[in-house]
């Protein structure tokens, strides 16, 4: 009995009934049409007059689903009701092309034809079963006009076996249901599936979310990563000479305390793009640039020679703020595994196409360790890079003890230059 009476099935039966009270709107339409052709006549006593009605519902239920926002209502009551797999998804959203409105025109318009022929069923038959099923019990059932038993039915063994004959009225309506529910369950994935141009929005989407989930590690790992290298290197330092040298311990304090509360307002920054979203992000978005890269260089804990060519106040907003994180991981590899104290040369060249920079440190004597397809602040600086059309190279400089980091990055987008 479970698969006829089971909560899916129960579930199922649902479904068809809010399908049948769905077309009833359309079926009274179908009555007034009908009703215009044939003046005078009882539309419920006559079942030719039922079914052209009937008949008449069905194109408008179709035409009516072009328009509405019929696919998000339908996909809602089939995850809710039918009891599809999990492995068979549905399509999210309106449809909006139009293969998905005519998938789900022909599923709406199943949903109601069946649900209304269950509908009627249920109403009918439900009855009429527990009647036949009380005949043995009542003779004021048997005498009723309602049923209109014809003669001969009330012999004792058909009585008898009146009972079973209403169970079996039951079992064959909830076998039915079973049937029409099932059916439109097993449909319900192809009409109301995603399309492919569903499944390629879908995809366009997962890479947006994965590309701000990357921006948003970007940014952690340089402005964190920037300061917690410069806090450790001063820290060392300032711990060398604390006995001997308190001016430079108090100068190396400083510089912790403003390197910190600069990076708690960056994490703040990137914190607030979590949790309000890219529209607060994006290239050119509020954040460090290159206006701000003396500070930078201040407090990088590194010794740095700057040359700057050219007007850096011209560069646009998105790609100013790419290159002051480049310049900043490029400054916390110099502090991680350049050579402690020794200056690094940086130059920033702008002409009218690009900003180029290029940045020299000195390389230990041991040679570096390089991870496979660089490490993470070199793939995130390649990564900004390659977003704005841009390149990057980095590496030890014509096999001398230097290592060089250069990124060129255009300052027109190649969609602004179309």
């Known amino acids: 009995m479970t698969p006829l009476l089971g909560r899916r099935a129960r579930l199922r039966w649902l479904h068809l009934i809010i399908g049948g009270a769905l077309l009833m709107p359309y079926f009274l339409v179908g009555l007034v049409i009908v009703g215009s052709h044939r003046p005078g006549t009882n539309f419920f006593s006559d079942p030719a007059n039922q079914l052209t009605a009937f008949a008449y519902a069905l194109p408008m239920v179709a035409v009516t689903t072009l328009f509405a926002p019929a696919r998000p209502l339908s996909v809602a009551t089939a995850r809710a009701l039918c009891g599809i797999p999990h492995d068979r998804p549905l399509a999210d959203g309106p449809a909006r092309t139009r293969q998905a409105r005519v998938r789900t025109a022909g599923w709406y318009t199943l949903h109601l034809a069946l649900g209304s022929i269950i ?34 039915l009330d012999r004792p063994w ?4 009146s009972p079973l004959a209403g169970a079996a009225i039951l079992a064959t309506l909830a076998g039915c249901a079973a049937l029409a529910g099932a059916l439109l369950a097993d449909r319900a994935p192809v009409l109301l599936g995603p399309t492919p141009e569903d499944r390629l929005a879908a995809a366009e989407r997962r890479a947006a979310d994965l590309a701000a989930r990357n921006r948003l590690a970007r940014e952690l790992h ?17 711990r060398k000479v604390l006995g001997s040298n308190p001016e430079f311990v108090r100068e190396a304090l400083a510089a912790i305390e403003e390197t910190t509360r600069r990076t708690v307002g960056e994490l703040d920054w990137v914190l607030g793009l979590l949790r309000n979203g890219e529209e607060h992000g994006g290239p050119g978005a509020a954040g460090p640039a290159l206006d701000a890269l003396n500070g930078l260089l201040e407090r990088c804990g590194v010794p740095v020679s700057c040359v700057v060519e050219g007007d850096t106040g011209t560069v646009p907003a998105a790609v100013s703020r790419e290159a002051y994180r480049i310049v900043q991981e490029g400054l916390t590899n110099a502090l991680r595994h350049g050579v402690r ?23 230990p004597d041991l040679p570096p360790v390089v991870r496979p397809g660089g490490g993470r602040g070199l793939r995130g600086i390649t990564e ?21 980091l250069t990124a060129r990055l255009p300052l027109h987008t190649p969609e602004e230059n179309r």
């Open 341 to 363: 104290g020794a200056p690094v040369e940086l130059r920033i060249r702008v002409d009218g196409e690009e900003l180029a920079i290029t940045m020299d440190n000195p390389l």
């Open 384 to 404: 900004r890079a390659v977003l704005l059309g841009g390149c990057t190279e980095a590496g030890p400089h014509g096999g001398t003890s230097v290592w060089r």
């Open 158 to 161: 058909i009585l008898a076996l």
């Open 119 to 152: 509908s009627g069923m249920t109403l009918a038959l439900t009855p009429y079963a527990v009647a036949v099923m009380m005949l043995p019990f009542s003779e004021a059932v048997r005498n009723s006009r309602v049923l209109d038993l014809p003669e001969g």
């Open 222 to 238: 340089d402005s964190v990563g920037h300061a917690l290298s410069a806090v450790t290197l001063q820290a060392g330092a300032a």
